[in-house]
């Protein structure tokens, strides 16, 4: 049911975002936006050696991609480029191949588990592994 994809997790997580906003100097920066639903995030991201150092983000998007924002924020700085495009690459077998859920500090991630039975939602849910995957292997 769709209660389950909404669940207090997921609504907690939506409504508690860190990073918002944008950076001043990025060396690193892509915008999404999911043609499906209109949701739209744009990150900021800061390399240095393949390790994220700062990390900023302006979200408009729903409350899955709220909350998938919302773990990335919380995890991203201190990750490195390889560990990011790895839990992309789980979130997305997780969504639409049944994969598992991202474990360690990414854990957070098996509360969107649920969207897996809602195609329409996998794209806003992904948005934000998108736009940090675009913008860590841009020149």
């Not at 060396?27 to 936006?33: E, G, L, N, Y």
């Not at 049944?98 to 969207?115: C, H, S, T």
Request: aromatic share 4%; glycine share 6%; with cysteine.
């Amino acid at each position: 049911m769709l209660d389950d994809v909404y669940n207090n997790k997921i609504i907690e997580l939506a409504a508690n975002i860190t990073h918002v906003g944008r950076l001043k100097n990025p060396s690193k920066t892509a915008t999404k936006v999911s043609r499906l639903c209109g949701s739209k995030v744009t990150v900021d991201i800061i390399l240095l050696d393949n390790i994220v150092t700062d990390f900023a983000h302006e979200v408009k998007a729903c409350a899955l991609g709220q909350a998938s924002s919302s773990i990335m924020a919380k995890n991203i700085i201190g990750s490195t480029v390889d560990e990011l495009l790895n839990v992309s690459e789980q979130m997305r077998k997780m969504l639409r191949e049944n994969g598992p859920a991202p474990k360690g500090k990414w854990a957070d991630l098996g509360y969107l588990e649920p969207v897996k039975d809602y195609k329409s939602r996998h794209s806003s849910t992904l948005l934000t592994f998108e736009a940090v995957n675009e913008a860590i292997q841009s020149n």
